[in-house]
């Protein structure tokens, strides 16, 4: 193996850890030049990266190199001109050969999106794959390319982490700007970068600029709109915002990770003018829209993996279609490294690390946190005694997931939180079994809530 397949191996497995914007920002323009005595080395592009990379993913750049190969002991860092050749070509999506720096390189590809729209090209509904669990959304979402502004505004999309939401809405954008060519202005943000910007017109005295680049928009999508939560300003400005395109009837698109109703900190204007217009989720993928998802990717990749293969691992990830290709990325990478297919004892330790990483252990205060951070309070508001329903609510979340997920004694969990008595935990562990039976929604909440403490 060559250095240079080795860190396209370990940056397979990398990416998995990290999130995307960091992978491309810390990753790109990286590679291992050299493996001396038990010790890596590896290029970066200047002195910032190499001290991000060595002060923030030491470890994980080190666990990842000794899985593929187990001598190496340190990894150093240094600073060296490396472009790959792929990479150094703004504006050219199909590599004239297909390699393993591929596998990885499609995720740098993220940085090809459109100046103008920020869409990426590479989402389109084209290679958007429908199941029972995502047609509603895909119905409306191709709906509304058709008849803009009018039928369904806006179209709300939510669901958990790696669902698709991301694609599904850059397909709206993507279809229109097939459709109409220049005639409508498409912008894609997310509801961070809406806040960044806004941030930043008011520090530099722009706030005109910044009102009037959204205002002349025709389709606006924005993503991850759960972040505007509990911010005051920005969602001030994004209900005046939202109200300017919507009198027009210019298309608004959002997506979120929860429905309006459970975005804790949200304006009440704002939810409802979430709830105004069509709301759809995407659930999990049943096991045939797992498969059919994985089927779909071998062939973009111009991979042949025999259906067993593929079967277990879609048996095996259930919840994130970002797992189900991370784990055929992997499958790819051993295919293109070994010459042959992983057996299904490596397949198994490869999902393994995907799906539970090591040292992976929910305590109570994993659980609190995640809950806390779901409804957005602090946590010591769960522990409190303060009985405002706001409040309430979460804590008897919190008492119910601790009871479900570590099976934890009611008195523990009592005291756990805030010294309160076993019965006052009974009573709530009662009352969310019960309302969880007659309520589609609240179980969407925790599960969602589930996910969270699941990846912190
Ligand atoms: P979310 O925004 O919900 O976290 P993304 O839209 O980023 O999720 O999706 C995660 C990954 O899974 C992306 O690479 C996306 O292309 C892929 N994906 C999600 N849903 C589908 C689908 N229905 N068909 C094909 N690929 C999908
Ligand atoms: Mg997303």
Known sequence: MTNHELWQAALGEIELNISKTNFITWF???????????????????????????????KLILRALRNILPEVKEVEFVIAAISLPELATPGRSTPPRRKETEIVNQSFQELEINKETHLNPKYTFDNFIVGSFNELAQAA???????????YNPLFIYGGVGLGKTHLIQAIGNEIVKNFKN??????????????????????GQMEEFKNS?????????????F????????????????????????????SDRPPKAISTLEERLKSRFEGGMIADISYPDLESRIAILKAKCYEKNLQISDEVLNYIAANIQKNIRELEGALNRVM??????????SLEQISKI???????????????????AVSEFYDINTSHLINRCRKKELVWPRQVAMFLIREELK???????????GRDHTTVMYACEKLNRELQKNESLQQEINLIKERFYSI
């Open 214 to 226: 959204y205002r002349k928009i025709d389709v606006l999508i924005i993503d991850d709109v759960q």
């Open 183 to 204: 005639e409508k202005k498409i912008c894609y943000t997310s509801s961070e970068k809406f806040t960044n910007e806004l941030v930043a017109a008011l520090y530099n």
């Open 408 to 418: 934890s004694s009611f008195p523990f969990i009592g005291e756990k939180l805030g």
């Open 333 to 342: 990478i051993t295919l293109k490294l070994s010459g042959s297919l992983p």
């Open 351 to 369: 999902l393994t690390g995907i799906t539970s990483p090591p040292s992976k252990k929910i305590s109570y205060k994993v659980i609190l946190q």
């Open 141 to 151: 979402a191709q709906a509304i390319t058709k008849n803009l502004g009018r039928l």
């Open 228 to 255: 505007l939560s509990g911010k005051e300003k920005t969602q001030e400005e994004f209900f005046h915002t939202f109200n300017a395109l919507y009198q027009n009837n210019k298309q608004i698109i959002i997506s």
């Open 28 to 58: 790109r323009n990286t590679d291992v030049i050299k493996t001396r005595e038990g010790a890596a080395t590896v290029g970066v592009p200047n002195a910032f990266s190499k001290e991000w990379l060595e002060n923030k993913y030491n």
